[in-house]
Protein backbone atom coordinates (compact mmCIF):
# COMPACT_ATOMS: atom_id res chain seq x y z
CA UNK A 1 0.00 0.00 0.00
CA UNK A 2 1.30 3.27 -1.16
CA UNK A 3 1.80 6.57 1.64
CA UNK A 4 2.28 3.81 4.69
CA UNK A 5 3.46 4.90 7.57
CA UNK A 6 7.46 3.46 7.74
CA UNK A 7 7.04 3.35 11.99
CA UNK A 8 5.27 4.13 14.79
CA UNK A 9 5.98 7.67 15.15
CA UNK A 10 4.86 8.50 11.46
CA UNK A 11 1.58 6.02 12.40
CA UNK A 12 0.91 8.13 15.17
CA UNK A 13 1.27 11.26 12.95
CA UNK A 14 -1.13 9.55 10.55
CA UNK A 15 -3.42 8.67 13.58
CA UNK A 16 -4.14 12.18 14.84
CA UNK A 17 -4.57 13.41 11.46
CA UNK A 18 -7.02 10.97 10.32
CA UNK A 19 -8.72 11.15 13.85
CA UNK A 20 -8.93 15.27 13.82
CA UNK A 21 -10.32 14.77 9.69
CA UNK A 22 -12.94 12.21 11.56
CA UNK A 23 -14.27 14.94 14.06
CA UNK A 24 -14.59 17.39 11.73
CA UNK A 25 -17.09 15.49 9.70
CA UNK A 26 -18.80 14.46 12.88
CA UNK A 27 -19.37 18.50 13.93
CA UNK A 28 -20.68 18.89 10.10
CA UNK A 29 -22.93 16.22 11.15
CA UNK A 30 -24.01 17.32 14.21
CA UNK A 31 -24.66 21.39 12.46
CA UNK A 32 -26.66 18.80 10.17
CA UNK A 33 -29.13 18.03 12.77
CA UNK A 34 -29.88 21.34 14.06
CA UNK A 35 -28.26 24.65 13.36
CA UNK A 36 -28.41 25.73 16.83
CA UNK A 37 -26.95 22.02 17.93
CA UNK A 38 -23.27 22.09 17.80
CA UNK A 39 -20.95 18.30 18.47
CA UNK A 40 -20.74 18.32 22.07
CA UNK A 41 -25.16 18.59 22.81
CA UNK A 42 -25.49 15.95 19.50
CA UNK A 43 -23.34 13.88 21.31
CA UNK A 44 -25.04 13.68 24.28
CA UNK A 45 -28.42 13.78 22.85
CA UNK A 46 -27.68 10.31 20.86
CA UNK A 47 -25.99 8.78 24.33
CA UNK A 48 -29.51 9.73 26.47
CA UNK A 49 -31.26 7.77 23.60
CA UNK A 50 -28.83 4.66 23.17
CA UNK A 51 -28.97 4.88 26.85
CA UNK A 52 -32.77 4.73 26.90
CA UNK A 53 -32.42 7.60 29.45
CA UNK A 54 -29.62 8.38 31.71
CA UNK A 55 -28.73 11.25 34.26
CA UNK A 56 -26.61 14.27 33.56
CA UNK A 57 -23.81 13.21 36.29
CA UNK A 58 -23.66 10.14 33.85
CA UNK A 59 -23.01 11.91 30.82
CA UNK A 60 -20.50 13.90 32.55
CA UNK A 61 -18.51 10.59 33.79
CA UNK A 62 -18.86 9.02 30.44
CA UNK A 63 -17.43 11.92 28.48
CA UNK A 64 -15.02 13.43 31.59
CA UNK A 65 -16.96 15.93 31.07
CA UNK A 66 -17.74 19.41 34.64
CA UNK A 67 -21.33 18.71 35.80
CA UNK A 68 -21.55 22.38 34.83
CA UNK A 69 -20.73 21.66 31.34
CA UNK A 70 -23.03 18.54 31.33
CA UNK A 71 -25.88 21.06 32.94
CA UNK A 72 -25.55 24.03 30.15
CA UNK A 73 -25.37 21.33 27.46
CA UNK A 74 -28.72 19.86 28.74
CA UNK A 75 -30.58 22.99 29.35
CA UNK A 76 -29.89 23.88 25.79
CA UNK A 77 -31.04 20.36 24.57
CA UNK A 78 -34.18 21.11 27.32
CA UNK A 79 -35.07 24.69 25.29
CA UNK A 80 -35.21 23.14 22.05
CA UNK A 81 -37.42 20.67 22.62
CA UNK A 82 -34.78 17.83 21.94
CA UNK A 83 -34.65 15.91 25.48
CA UNK A 84 -36.77 16.06 28.53
CA UNK A 85 -36.21 14.94 32.58
CA UNK A 86 -38.40 12.13 33.64
CA UNK A 87 -38.12 11.03 37.41
CA UNK A 88 -36.43 7.38 38.35
CA UNK A 89 -38.84 5.40 39.27
CA UNK A 90 -36.40 4.11 41.97
CA UNK A 91 -35.40 7.11 43.13
CA UNK A 92 -38.17 10.00 42.46
CA UNK A 93 -35.50 12.78 44.12
CA UNK A 94 -33.22 12.07 40.77
CA UNK A 95 -34.27 12.98 37.04
CA UNK A 96 -33.56 11.04 34.55
CA UNK A 97 -32.64 12.50 30.98
CA UNK A 98 -34.93 11.36 27.65
CA UNK A 99 -35.17 11.94 24.02
CA UNK A 100 -38.71 13.73 23.11
CA UNK A 101 -40.41 12.87 20.35
CA UNK A 102 -38.35 15.08 18.82
CA UNK A 103 -35.42 14.37 19.70
CA UNK A 104 -35.57 10.40 18.45
CA UNK A 105 -37.01 11.27 15.06
CA UNK A 106 -33.83 14.51 14.55
CA UNK A 107 -31.58 11.57 15.71
CA UNK A 108 -33.26 8.91 13.35
CA UNK A 109 -33.32 11.28 10.52
CA UNK A 110 -29.29 12.31 11.36
CA UNK A 111 -28.47 8.69 11.66
CA UNK A 112 -30.16 7.40 8.22
CA UNK A 113 -27.89 10.15 6.52
CA UNK A 114 -25.11 9.26 8.40
CA UNK A 115 -25.34 5.43 7.77
CA UNK A 116 -25.79 5.82 3.92
CA UNK A 117 -22.41 8.08 4.26
CA UNK A 118 -20.78 5.48 5.45
CA UNK A 119 -21.82 2.73 3.81
CA UNK A 120 -20.79 4.67 0.75
CA UNK A 121 -17.01 5.73 1.79
CA UNK A 122 -17.05 1.89 3.11
CA UNK A 123 -18.66 0.35 0.25
CA UNK A 124 -15.43 -1.40 -1.11
CA UNK A 125 -14.46 -2.18 2.23
CA UNK A 126 -14.63 -6.31 2.87
CA UNK A 127 -16.56 -7.25 5.49
CA UNK A 128 -13.74 -8.62 7.61
CA UNK A 129 -12.08 -5.26 7.04
CA UNK A 130 -15.34 -3.40 9.06
CA UNK A 131 -15.29 -5.77 11.65
CA UNK A 132 -11.38 -5.24 12.51
CA UNK A 133 -12.40 -1.57 11.67
CA UNK A 134 -15.01 -1.51 14.55
CA UNK A 135 -12.88 -3.98 17.03
CA UNK A 136 -10.18 -1.32 16.62
CA UNK A 137 -12.21 1.46 17.61
CA UNK A 138 -13.92 -0.20 20.49
CA UNK A 139 -10.25 -1.32 22.09
CA UNK A 140 -9.03 2.49 21.19
CA UNK A 141 -12.55 4.05 23.15
CA UNK A 142 -12.24 1.77 26.00
CA UNK A 143 -8.63 1.99 26.38
CA UNK A 144 -8.61 5.61 27.74
CA UNK A 145 -9.63 6.53 31.39
CA UNK A 146 -8.06 9.92 30.72
CA UNK A 147 -8.47 12.13 27.28
CA UNK A 148 -5.59 14.57 29.04
CA UNK A 149 -2.17 14.35 27.50
CA UNK A 150 0.23 13.15 29.85
CA UNK A 151 3.79 15.13 29.46
Known amino acids: ?14 IQREL ?25 LAHIE ?3 GCRAADLAAHYMLDKSTVSRQVAALEKLGLVERHPDPDDHRIQVLHPTA ?18 ERLGAWT ?3 LARF ?16 RH
Open 127 to 129: ADD
Open 20 to 44: TAFARRARATAARLHPDLPLVPYTL
Open 134 to 149: AEYLLRYNSSGGDTAP
Open 102 to 119: TGSRALASTQASRRAAYR
Open 1 to 14: MTGTPRDREDSLDV
Open 50 to 52: YQK
